[in-house]
């Protein structure tokens, strides 16, 4: 009897552990790696990789090198292939008893979850306020100034500009929404920066129950640990929601 074998679920894994692998350690993921881990013949894997490759969802740099997730690639991973991932009971218990500390004002809760954040994820944490359609905060920019994608300075000054004239990021965290949302690559829309960030996005409220939404934000490279980010903000977001419901 021969087996069956289903073509879009191998390609789904495979694709999957392609973009895990570069999240991880920022190397082009090559098919003698993915072959020993599925245990294909390379002549295979590389048939493969070929395939996602015509699809958009992978690019080979180089013509010996191996390849990396497109903008298509990193959106179907995280539509379709990312696991879901908690906070670990400490991560918890950690972010609870800082929020615990003194604070006396929402700038106070808001600046404490912009470090909260950072500190979490590793990359830049950005909070908008809920009553102020052009004001946020953030911390953690060494975070993201500090990732191997950003270690010529042209692409970092593009990073801290991106920060610093606030208009793009505005137009982003003001959109409406009742869920998480991530914008890779030139889903951002900004030009000169379309090809190296990737921003999500959490809503919180404060107060009634419809009172306006002010968001928290994970900036960071598109290669990006997705699930953790989407994890934290999403406590980060209930917590929030609890804290500043008499404000």
């Known amino acids: 009897m021969v087996r069956q074998v289903n073509q879009s679920e191998r390609k789904n894994k495979i694709l999957a552990a392609a973009v895990s692998a570069y999240i991880k350690n920022g190397n082009p993921v090559s098919s003698q790696e993915l072959a020993r ?7 295979t894997m590389r048939n493969i990789l070929a395939e996602l490759e015509d699809d ?59 470090q909260i954040i950072a500190t979490l994820t590793h990359y830049t ?7 102020l359609d052009d004001r946020f905060i953030f911390a953690g920019l060494s975070n993201i100034v500090q990732q191997p994608e950003f270690a010529d ?8 500009k991106l920060i610093e004239e606030k208009r ?7 959109e409406e929404i009742s869920q998480p949302k991530i914008y890779i690559g030139g889903e951002i829309a900004c030009g000169y920066i379309n090809e190296e960030c990737s921003l999500v996005v959490y809503p919180y409220k404060k107060g009634k129950k419809d009172s306006k939404k002010g968001k928290v934000a994970v900036l960071g490279p598109r290669r990006m640990v997705y699930d953790q980010a989407v994890s934290t903000l999403e406590f ?11 404000y």
Do not use: W
């Open 153 to 160: 300075n042209q692409k970092m000054f593009l990073i801290i």
């Open 125 to 131: 944490a950005i909070v908008s306020f809920p009553d």
């Open 236 to 246: 980060v977001s209930r917590t929030l929601n609890q804290l500043l419901e008499n």
């Open 168 to 174: 793009q990021l505005l137009r982003l965290l003001n």
């Open 37 to 43: 881990e599925f245990s294909f013949s390379s002549a």
């Open 56 to 114: 958009g969802y992978l690019i080979q740099p180089h013509t010996s090198a191996g390849r990396v997730p497109t903008d298509k690639g990193y959106r179907y991973y995280v539509d379709f292939l990312m696991g879901q991932v908690q906070l670990t009971p400490a991560q918890k218990e950690s972010i609870l008893n800082e929020y615990k500390k003194r604070i006396t004002s929402l700038d106070d809760v808001l600046e404490k979850t912009t």
